[in-house]
């Protein structure tokens, strides 16, 4: 093979009957050691006969020997710097005449290892190397397959907005790429950043071309949070001492939080032994608004009957009596 080190050795003689014989080598293409040595060591290049001429004297030898040098191989492979967009596969094929025991690397993305054309769906931008034999020798080829970058674009992680608010519907632009925002299949912008202030939720579709690969299209749903009212189920009353009062407020199926001041839960009982306001403020979950509302209640000290006072009368039995 091509670059594969060879020596080029005879049966030893003996040096000390022969004191006078030399020896030349020609020609002296890829050799290593001297052409003047009884034997040589060639880095072999292409296919050359070597001739070594020994001489004693009067007296001289000639002894040739041809090495065939199979020249490297490359292995070609097609499609030649090939270009996908992100998730696309190309078919890759290398030229297998003459050539056996293929091995690609690396794996990933790869239909097969061994064949001369698997399938390649690349995750990024990736350098193939394909390996073979030609006539025992190595052959080696590679490609490299170029995936281009999809659309950029990045809604943000915060979809919910208060009511009058504004919002950034995308983080990232692509100086390269068009942007078309629809709202309900009407267009709103072409900016790659718009600012909004939907004051409804609102589904913004976005369709963005870099101009090489398939247009992208996704969907950002921005949600309003809307006011609201904040209704108290409780109205300033009086009752006994000890007694319960059950705190009870509504923000319209609202998420978010309650708060009573003396403590307690909405919509649990709680005892009153003084007169007591009980004040509730609720603030939604996204913390748009807070509303405040209250409501008395007075305590009724308790009585005790001294006595009981009626005129004296005569009934029947089974008679009823005011």
């Known amino acids: 093979c091509q670059g594969e080190i060879v ?26 050691t001297s052409d003047t040595l009884f034997n040589l060591v060639i880095n072999s290049l292409a296919t050359t006969t070597y001739i070594r001429t020994t001489k004693n004297h009067a007296c001289s030898a000639m002894d040739t020997i041809t090495l065939v040098v199979v020249p490297a191989t490359v292995i070609e492979v097609t499609p030649q710097n090939p270009k996908v967009c992100a998730g696309e596969a190309v078919q890759l094929q290398a030229s297998s005449q003459n050539i056996t025991e293929f091995e690609w690397s690396p794996a990933v993305g790869l239909s097969c290892t061994d064949c001369p054309n698997p399938t390649a ?14 006539m025992g020798c190595p052959a080696a080829g590679q490609v490299t397959i170029e995936v281009l970058p999809a ?10 907005i208060c ?9 990232a632009a692509d100086p390269l790429a068009s942007y078309v925002w629809s709202v309900g299949g009407n267009v709103v912008s072409l900016e790659a950043q718009p600012v909004v202030s ?37 109205a300033d009353v009086t009752i006994c001492k000890g007694n319960m009062v059950t705190l009870s407020a509504d923000a319209g199926g609202v998420a978010g939080t309650y708060t009573w001041s003396p403590s307690g839960a909405n919509g649990q009982p709680v005892p ?40 004296s009368t005569e009934v029947f039995e089974g008679q009823t009596i005011d």
């Open 198 to 234: 939907p004051t409804e939720t609102t589904v913004y579709t976005l369709t963005i071309d870099n101009g090489q690969c398939a247009p992208v299209t996704d969907e950002i749903t921005i949600s309003v949070q809307q006011d609201y009212i904040l209704t108290l189920n409780n």
């Open 151 to 160: 659309p950029i674009y990045q809604f943000p992680f915060d979809r919910s």
């Open 7 to 32: 020596s080029l050795v005879s049966d030893n003689y003996s040096f000390q009957n022969f004191p006078d014989i030399t020896h030349s080598w020609s020609p002296t293409t890829g050799a290593i």
């Open 163 to 171: 009511l009058g608010e504004s919002t950034l519907l995308n983080e």
């Open 272 to 311: 009153v032994d003084s007169a007591t306001t009980f004040v509730v403020t609720f603030t939604d979950s996204h913390n748009c608004f807070t509303k405040v509302d209250s409501f008395t209640v007075n305590v009724s000290e308790p009585f005790i009957l001294d006595s009981l006072f009626t005129d």
């Open 121 to 134: 769906t690349p995750p990024g931008t990736l350098t193939y190397q394909v390996q073979g034999e030609f």
